[in-house]
């Protein structure tokens, strides 16, 4: 055999299961058809994250005149474009460096598998005896009439917009939908958001989701729920929402109607596949046993951290060290502006499981340092079980949820009672201490908090 290990695709969960591999003594190859680091690095997570860094940089100038600042801007879109693309650049070849620094040889071109244990790519046929499939998934396209309008696009071709649009239309309130939704409105478009659903995030509760729906429409952002788009003209969409036929102008129109895994060069492991995914085991294992999968094409999350996760518990089975994937406490985050953040069991999930439930919560809005800083929006919540008081979930709203959240990721993983997490010391004046503050409230002895708020 060549190598020890072969990785297909190089994305979150492929390049981060080559280099642990790598450092558990597999002689490791790793092949990848398009550029180091995957969709999340080149098209996804990190060129999405550095146009919301701009679209917070605009919407924190047009709160500086709290602070006593007189501040206008010029909004250059081709010099935020140009920063992303060198960012972009900048860490794939950063990821290539990590890759030959761990002694990974890296294969460019397409992959396709001849049997479980060879694959041939370009011009070279290669053998191993393990394999790890990490092809990651591709945006999801609706057939809607008109489709072939080319001012329809995916939310790749969308990030490589060499002008911002006038009028952008957002088939789809997932969380992509939504934050390009965010995004664009903060940056100067005309933001319409189409979904076929009649509830606005259903996947967290309605008082989380509700604080984010109000700010964005409060903000300007129009949204047809229980909504579809019809057909799609030269410069105009036909909707149907709520029966009633509407028609809006439009520059371009994002499809984010979500993600389907990647079968491209897998057409001889089709067994592999239960609609439309990868089967595997807690080790990562498919059901053909020197053959494993992570991320996107496995699922249960689309999320870049669920697939380095996946990436490292695979290498370390191949390498003959017993490990079991878990998913107890996986952070779900959304760059929107508020921010919303979500671990373990929303309340609505945790009274199907256990009935009854306490819950606790902390607005913002008398939170300090949220209000020294003119944050009003948000809220935090807190979910324990009624019997133990274990703490079973935690769901942010507001200024910086996807980094608050952690502090729950690690309480929930070390299953911290309300009892115990109350007792921690918080700092003060800091975002983080609003945790706490929920989960006193949660216990029934809040300090800051007054009583039905």
Not at 290 to 305: F, M, T
Request: with cysteine; aromatic share 8%.
């Amino acid at each position: 055999m060549d190598y020890d290990v072969i990785v297909i695709g190089s994305g979150s969960g492929g390049y981060t299961a080559a280099i642990r591999a790598s450092q558990l003594n597999l002689k490791v190859a790793i092949v990848e058809e398009r550029d180091l680091g995957g969709t999340c690095l080149n098209r996804g997570c990190i060129p999405t994250k550095v146009m919301c860094h701009a679209a917070n940089q605009i919407d924190s100038f047009k709160k500086s005149s709290e602070f006593g600042f007189d501040v206008s801007y010029n909004f250059n879109f081709s010099k935020l474009i140009d920063f992303k693309n060198k960012t972009v650049r900048k860490l794939s070849k950063g990821v290539e460096t990590l890759l030959k620094s761990n002694n990974v040889t890296i294969y460019r071109g397409k992959s396709e598998f001849l049997d479980n244990n060879t694959i041939k790519t370009n011009n070279d046929t290669i053998s191993s005896k393990y394999f790890i499939i990490a092809t990651g998934a591709s945006p999801v396209i609706l057939n809607i009439k008109g489709f072939s309008n080319d001012s329809v696009l995916d939310s790749e071709a969308l990030l490589n917009s060499e002008h911002l649009p006038k009028n952008i239309i957002i088939i789809g309130a997932g969380i992509i939908g939504l934050e390009f939704a965010s995004i664009f409105n903060e940056l100067g478009s005309k933001v319409t958001v189409v979904e076929l659903l009649e509830e606005f995030m259903p996947f967290i509760d309605k008082d989380i989701s509700n604080i984010l729906y109000k700010s964005m429409k409060n903000k300007g952002v129009t949204f047809y729920l229980n909504s579809k788009v019809d057909e799609i003209k030269e410069k105009a969409a036909l909707i149907i929402s709520n029966g009633v036929k509407i028609e809006v102008e439009f520059d371009k129109i994002l499809m984010a109607v979500g993600r389907k895994p990647n079968h491209s060069g897998l057409e001889k492991l089709a067994t592999l596949f239960e609609n439309g995914k990868i089967t595997v085991n807690e080790k990562m294992q498919t059901k053909i046993d020197n053959i494993y999968a992570v991320g996107d094409v496995v699922g249960p999350y689309q999320l870049a951290h669920v697939a380095s996760y996946q990436g490292i518990v695979a290498a370390t089975n191949i390498a003959g060290i017993n490990k079991k994937a878990s998913y107890k406490a996986v952070p779900s985050c959304v760059y929107t502006n508020p921010e919303i953040a979500w671990v373990g069991l929303t309340e609505s999930q945790a009274k199907k499981k256990y009935g009854n439930v306490k819950v606790g919560t902390f607005p913002y809005f008398i939170l300090p340092r949220a209000a020294l800083e003119g944050e009003r929006e948000g809220l935090i919540k807190v979910i324990a079980d009624e019997k133990y008081h274990e703490i079973l979930g935690v769901e942010i709203v507001g200024k910086n949820a996807t980094e608050l959240i952690h502090e729950a990721v690690v309480a929930i993983m070390a299953e911290y009672t309300v009892d115990a997490f109350v007792d921690i010391i918080h700092a003060h004046p800091t975002l983080s201490e609003g945790i706490k503050e929920a989960t006193e409230d949660l216990s029934g002895f809040p300090i800051n908090k007054l009583k039905n708020v």
